[in-house]
């Protein structure tokens, strides 16, 4: 390596490993803050009671963490020290020859107004916020900016009286007025907490308030504060609020703590929502929710986050991570809870459908891509790059598969252990499951495999019956494709939960040699568990050849391939008891005729409607006739498998066949099943008043789904019926549906429609920020030609901020993630416009730079011309001076 090659080494960002792993040098008692917001900078004063690690080796220095700050003053005990007494790092503060135990006050001048990062404090149109994970506490003042350090915090904040409204952490101890028109207000949060959930919010913000009593008959003050306009879109985030409180009370026995729970909605956010002790953070998107401007979709995205941040106060804030590769100690968990939450609240087969369609499609994608990394990494260079489908999506599939292993009572005396064992200190996943193996005397040492081992798991599953014993033998192999950091994976601990099948429905299970259980049911289900790179399971009894149901409920994050024939999948779909498989049944079979189509349209040949398994309408119309099944259910089994998956499970992603085959199959259906579809769509209630419960959802999703169906045809008339339903819906789900099918359809009288409907939406919804943003998505995700020049247009529009990341995920993003067939353009003009503006953003924004480069880091997915094309937009990306750690590490993760 030559000597110019080694100083660049040096100097690109450096990894961080989890075995490099030390507790801190110091622990800081009690946080006080003086935070003083002035037009144009604010003045942060920190006083930190600090001692030394009894845990640690004694230390003669102490090494902050800091950011983009300006140190006007530092002092121990009351003592001003010399700039000789400290040295600055890169992102660091070290103080030389520090006592054992010291009061150290520091003054920073940062400067919020200027802060396109998003983290630490910010402005966000007229309020100041603040953003702390993972590491943004160092962008406000110098600190020991790890999880690990927990400390009791006291804020005061100061400001103009322009910003009536000051929150922080905690319970309000004392406000008051002072003088040249200012005024203060100071929290007091009596639980310890590291830096990352440190929150403060100033701004001139109406509230919506309420009280919630807890079990132990404590009253609860509940305060969501939103910009006045915005003040009619509370009421569903408060019902959610306290469903969420009321469910953690009974499902898991936590009790909230503090004397006020607040929510606080910003338009300029990273992530979604933030968990800060008493004072979450959402995005707008998160928690403004009303019929005129909000779909179904945002009614319960809305539900599952207020829900997720309120349970982060038991498992996040109250048991906190030691380090950041324990970030799925926290989010994985919750993320089960808060889908076991909004199951209760629904329907428990639709909402496993949603997350599984979003594990097996994108996260599936992530574990086979240069990212791929286990629930609990091993290293990082930027911790921002791994609030990663894996940490969180993943991660709550291996609480699932825990709970259902132990079971129901003996998981919740597992929590009930981690939570009592563990409050007040920042741990780690080993904890969590001996918690759940001390509580429950279930050894889980090899199922702690899945914590370190990256990959989907893939099951190969044979069978065979004999007919004159009338036993059934199950065989399972199991593997795990190789990734950088594991080329051998050691056997998983797997739970199969299964059914088997007969031409009259589910049969009776006699596992060989083990006892049948009839106390949890009717012995017809059965959870085996696959522990061994191979096992043959023996079932005897068994009356008649059948059709195993495998991997009921979605009972682990794998791969399953079991080779069925249409006929299978014909009968799991019709008489499986698992709602879940009979869903997934539809998928496979879909699945296998859009494949067979891809292979005549690869070939060259012609493809017609009579290429088409009729077996596949024949399943769908009975799925449209059988008034047993959940209309959300019978919408979804409609509904194909999406490009995204189908690439997913490709080796090489061919993009145009995979789209127009997709498409004719849905044409296929739309006109074999019309009159079916007609009957559904006609029969709906379009004046029925807008509810937003499980039923009222379904109904709706069945109506639109039909719309969808029968807009492909270009029959005039229905197509006047959509823009009737555009025209006079009361709701935006209805309204964003036919906008959406007036937008893609190619016929000409819908295109002109199309043109009045955009201009009317946006004439009539401008003043909503988030009702603009679906305006701009319906028109990012169309697949008719040309949408990358209409993109590029709305790039200037007036609706568009290229400094917002809610508008940025609307167009930009939307664009690259959910259009293949334009993105994906042979010139590589798509590839060229998304490195453009990862480009730009990397100096802005840098999270946000490096999630928009996914679609760029799967490559190696494509056929050689692609490859090229998307490696060289890598390749150009790289080449730019002054790459952010974020975009960094995706970006040389990608072309290693």
Known sequence: MSASQQLQAEQQPQAIYLKDYKVPDYLIAKTELHVDIYDGYTLVTSNLSLRENPAAQAASQLKLHGTDLELISLAIDGKELAANAYEFGEESLTIKNTPAQFLLTCVTKIFPEKNTSLEGLYKSRTMYCTQCEAEGFRKITYYLDRPDVMSEFTTTVVADKKFPVLLSNGNLVGQGDLDNNRHFATWHDPFKKPAYLFALVAGDLAHIEDSFTTCSQREVTLKIYVEPKDLDKCDHAMTSLKNSMRWDEEVYGREYDLDIFMIVAVDDFNMGAMENKGLNIFNTSCVLAKPETTTDVGFQRVEGVVAHEYFHNWSGNRVTCRDWFQLSLKEGFTVYRDSEFSADMGSHTVKRVEDVSLLRTL??????????????????????????????????????????????????????????????????????????????????????????????????????????????????????????????????????????????????????????????????????????????????????????????????????????????????????????????????????????????????????????????????????????????????????????????????????????????????????????????????????????????????????????????????????????????????????????????????????????????????????????????????????????????????????????????????????????????????????????????????????????????????????????????????????????????????KSLA
């Open 363 to 892: 996260q599936f994608a992530e574990d086979a891509g240069p990212m791929a990394h286990p629930i609990r990494p091993e290293s990082y260079i930027e911790i921002s790059n791994f609030y990663t489908l894996t940490i969180y999506e993943k991660g709550a599939e291996i609480v699932r598969m825990l709970a259902n292993l132990l079971g129901k009572e003996n998981f919740r005396k597992g929590t009930d252990l981690y939570f009592d064992r563990h409050d007040g200190q920042a741990v780690t996943t080993e904890d969590f499951v001996a918690a759940l193996a001390d509580a429950s005397g279930k050894d889980l040492t090899q199922f702690k495999r899945w914590y370190s081992q990256a990959g989907t798991p893939r099951l190969q599953v044979t069978d065979e019956y004999n007919e004159d014993t009338q036993e059934y033998s199950l065989h399972i192999k199991q593997s795990c494709p190789p990734t950088p950091e594991c080329q051998q994976k050691l056997p998983f601990h797997i739970p199969v939960a299964m059914g088997l099948l007969g031409s009259a429905g589910d049969l009776p299970l006699y596992l060989k040699d083990a006892e049948p259980d009839f106390e949890t049911g009717d012995n017809t289900h059965k959870v085996i568990e696959l522990t061994q790179q191979e096992q043959t399971f023996v079932f005897t009894r068994v009356q008649e050849k059948p059709v195993p149901s495998l991997l009921r409920g979605f009972s682990a994050p794998v791969k399953l391939h079991y080779d069925y024939s249409r006929e299978d999948l014909m009968l799991l779909m019709s008489r499986d008891s698992d709602g879940f498989n009979r869903w997934d049944a539809s998928q496979q079979l879909a699945l296998q005729v859009i494949n067979d189509v891809i292979t005549v349209y690869q070939r060259g040949e012609n493809i017609n409607a009579a290429s088409i398994d009729s077996r596949l309408i024949e399943a769908l119309r009975s799925v449209l006739q059988d008034e047993s099944l959940d209309q959300a259910m019978v919408a979804y089994m409609l509904t194909l498998p999406s490009e995204a998956y189908i690439s997913e499970l490709a080796d090489i992603v061919d993009v145009e066949a995979i789209h127009y085959s997709r498409a004719l199959v849905r044409k296929t259906i739309a006109h074999e099943l019309r009159s079916e579809f007609d009957r559904v769509y006609n029969g709906y209630d379009h004046q029925q008043a807008y509810a937003v419960t499980a039923d009222a959802i379904a109904a709706r999703s069945l109506k639109n789904v039909a719309l969808e169906y029968l807009m492909l045809l270009d029959d005039e008339d229905i197509i006047r019926s959509c823009e009737r339903q555009y025209l006079t819906a009361n709701n935006m789900t209805d309204v964003m549906a036919a906008l959406t099918q007036l937008v893609n359809a190619k016929a000409e009288l819908a295109q002109s429609l199309s043109g009045n409907a955009l201009a009317h939406f946006y004439e009539k919804w401008q003043a909503e920020s988030l009702v603009v943003n679906q305006w701009l998505t319906v028109q990012a995700t169309c697949r008719l030609p040309n949408t990358l020049a209409r993109v590029k247009a709305l790039e200037v529009h007036n609706a568009y901020d290229s400094k917002n990341p809610n508008k940025i995920r609307a167009l930009v993003s939307a664009f690259c993630n959910n259009n293949a067939i334009n993105f994906h353009d042979a010139e590589g003009e798509g590839y060229k416009f998304l490195a453009d503006k990862i480009i730009v953003l990397n100096k802005q924004n840098p999270q946000i730079a490096s999630r928009l480069l996914t679609p760029l880091t799967k490559w190696k997915k494509y056929a050689p011309a692609r490859q090229l094309l998307m490696k060289t937009q890598l390749e150009r990306i790289m080449a730019e001076p002054d790459l952010s750690k974020d975009v960094f590490e995706v970006v040389s």
